[in-house]
């Protein structure tokens, strides 16, 4: 509940559209009471050709001649209730008597008073003819549902942009925490994760929301508004109408709870679902090439299957909702057309001893009444959906807010330190790494790379090669000791002047669904057209692009796929080129470029390394030949020697 209610909160700043939706929603609910309030003089008055006027006044009259007798009679059972001796039955009753023409006569005190501030209004607006009235009063009813509709739409509208404005700053709250974490902790949610969380988990909370900030208001003040109007033709009654909404409130609490779960589940079969299909799809050269489409379409079959099945009880949730509010609707109309009937059939104003009207109550009374009480069941079985919806967006909250609470472990330091450029060295300091807390990869590495230098880092798989160049780059921070840029930790630095420096090209290419040209300018966006060539050339891009018909506004597709490997890492090259960063980092960048490019490729490096720092990983005896110095890392301990050491054995 905390989470969403945080949610509420977040809303809550669009306070102004929110009050300007509140403020509509109670003209809705005031028009909805008054639509039936309007038949109350057509039915008891104007069809019995008597204008409201006279009406009134003779409102007026009646009830003042009610007190006038009451009064005296008042005073005769005073009398007789101050005589010194009389028979104790008949004390008792005129006692009863007393109380119920004292509580009569306050009744008719409140109409003479309401009927006379009443006159000059019905006075002023309203016609002596009964039928102008009729008339008047339709079109009052057929303006005011115009009206009552305007509201509706302007506080849907209202409530749906707050709605849809949290969930978009959630989304992108969601997606700017993908981009925060370092690679373990978002590797914890994966791609599906994130998917889910992106389109599912903030829709749920938007729903939520929306439920709330809609109809939490709107509905609840309809009810009110027709039970305050039925109250005031008989408050008793009204309350007697009410003795089924305790157990359907306990009926709600126990659907909600429900609700709640299966809200929990489908939001984790949701995350499976996704989960399943961005796997089979990435891999689908795979799934193919093994032949395991049908173990996969049965994965896809099963999690669909998990997922229908759990809609449909939700859906059964949703839908005994409906019953049970309208039981309390019903319930309601049930009871007050039994208890009036029985009042108005035998004119009585107690019920099982209890009063339930100060006069018996006319036909047009009670049909009022009726009325009051249909209105209000509209809006109790409106409310369940608003309550679903709530318990919804509560589930939504509950899966969101935890994830935006996750601090980055790349936290940012407040006032970063600069560091000049070029620097003068890069240094590791005693760096010990674990991703799991159990398995060290890197232990006690110290290590000191200066400026200009050219370090290739050599070692078996597995052995912390990798994970080394990400704790330079700090894509994660060391578990011990520390990364250095002259003297300057990583973690003093801001984020934005590291990576800045860097220009890196890993083995797995990762190319964007775009042009050639706009792959290769991600490398700085500023880049002039001749720029982008001369780093493809440098990259021996340039050829193969030339050769497409559309050169570099070849669209590459997802990943790159329309391009060979060769090709992919080559525009990644390029990129990292056009950067012109101080330190080059390459991860095996060049292994799957041919012999022949690769030889040009490493003559271009040459002039390019000059005045950098460059830092490679390979296996390649042609790439160590342009290493001023090596860095072996086996099973995560890493010794540095000159390059000509390694030449010379
Ligand atoms: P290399 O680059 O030398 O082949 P890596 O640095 O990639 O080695 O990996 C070193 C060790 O760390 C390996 O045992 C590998 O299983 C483990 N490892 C690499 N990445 C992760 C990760 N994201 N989570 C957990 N373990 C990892």
């Not at 669909?304 to 449909?312: E, I, Q, S, V």
């Not at 101080?582 to 005045?611: F, K």
Request: aromatic share 8%; glycine share 6%; with cysteine.
């Amino acid at each position: 509940m905390n989470y969403f209610v945080r949610a509420l909160r977040e809303a809550a700043k669009s306070w102004p559209l929110l009050a300007a939706a509140l403020l509509c929603s109670a003209g809705v609910a005031a028009l909805w009471g008054a639509n039936i309030a309007a038949l109350f003089p057509i039915i008891e008055v104007t069809l019995k050709g008597d204008s409201l006027q006279s009406w009134n006044e003779r409102r007026i009259d009646e009830a003042e001649s009610r007190i006038e007798a009451g009064k005296r009679e008042l005073a005769e059972i005073e009398g007789r209730l101050a005589a010194p001796a009389g028979d104790a039955a008949e004390l008792t009753r005129d006692r009863t008597r007393r109380d119920t023409l004292q509580l009569s006569m306050r009744g008719d005190q409140a109409i003479v008073y309401s009927a006379e501030r009443l006159a000059p209004w019905l006075d002023r607006f309203l016609p002596r003819n009964p039928f102008q009235t009729v008339l008047l009063v339709v079109v009052f009813v057929v303006a005011s549902t115009f009206l009552k509709h305007v509201l509706l739409m302007g506080s849907t509208l209202l409530v749906s942009w707050v709605a849809m404005n949290i969930s978009r700053n959630i989304r992108l709250k969601v997606f700017d925490k993908a981009l925060a974490l370092d690679r373990a902790q978002f590797m914890k949610y994966g791609s599906a994760g994130f998917m889910a969380q992106v389109t599912a988990t903030s829709d749920m909370l938007a729903g939520g929301i929306t439920a709330v900030y809609g109809g939490a208001v709107t509905e609840p003040l309809k009810i009110i508004t027709c039970l305050g109007f039925a109250a005031m033709v008989s408050w008793r009654l009204t309350l007697a109408c009410l003795t089924l909404a305790p157990v359907v409130g306990f009926l709600m609490v126990w659907l909600n709870r429900r609700i709640r779960n299966v809200s929990k589940n489908i939001l984790n079969r949701s995350k499976g679902f996704h989960h399943v299909l961005l796997e089979a799809l990435n891999n689908v050269l795979t799934v193919q090439a093994y032949t395991m489409e049908e173990f996969e379409r049965q994965r896809f079959r099963n999690c669909t299957r998990d997922m229908m099945r759990t809609g449909l009880w939700h859906s059964f949730y949703h839908a005994l909702a409906n019953p049970i509010t309208e039981i309390l609707g019903i319930g309601m109309v049930a009871t007050s057309i039994a208890v009036g009937a029985w009042l108005v059939i035998n004119q009585e104003t107690k019920i099982f001893g209890i009063t339930m009207t100060e006069q018996p109550m006319t036909v047009p009374g009670i049909m009022i009444f009726f009325g009051f009480l249909i209105g209000a069941s509209d809006p109790v079985r409106k409310l369940s959906g608003v309550i679903t919806g709530l318990n919804i967006g509560m589930v939504g909250a509950q899966n969101l807010y935890p994830l935006l609470d996750t601090p980055s472990r790349l936290a940012e330091t407040a006032t970063p330190r600069a560091v000049p450029s070029p620097h003068r060295e890069i240094r590791l300091d005693d760096v010990t790494f674990s991703y799991d807390g159990i398995d060290t990869v890197l232990k006690g590495v110290n290590v000191s790379i200066r400026f200009g230098e050219r370090v290739a880092i050599v070692g078996p798989n597995g052995g912390g090669k990798s994970t080394l160049v990400n704790v330079i780059c700090r894509f994660y921070d060391p578990t011990k000791g520390r990364v250095l840029i002259d003297d300057v930790p990583l973690t003093e630095m801001s984020l934005h002047d590291l990576r800045r420096r860097i220009a890196m090209v890993t083995q797995q290419t990762e190319l964007f669904n775009e042009s050639i040209h706009y792959n290769i300018k991600y490398g700085r966006w500023e880049a002039t057209d001749a720029e982008i060539e001369d780093a493809a050339r440098k990259a021996h891009a340039h050829e193969f692009i030339s050769e497409f018909p559309e050169g570099y506004r070849t669209m590459v597709g997802p990943n790159g796929f329309r391009l060979s490997g060769g090709q992919r890492q080559r525009i990644a090259l390029a990129r990292a080129f056009l950067r012109n960063a101080e330190i080059l980092v390459l991860d095996e960048a060049t292994s799957q470029i041919d012999v022949e490019s690769e030889r040009l490729i490493h003559e271009a490096l040459a002039t390019y390394v000059e005045n950098r720092t460059v830092i490679m990983i390979t296996h390649r005896a042609s790439t160590l030949a342009l290493a001023d110095s090596i860095i072996e890392v086996d099973h995560g301990v890493a010794t540095k020697r000159p390059a000509r050491q390694q030449q010379a054995a």
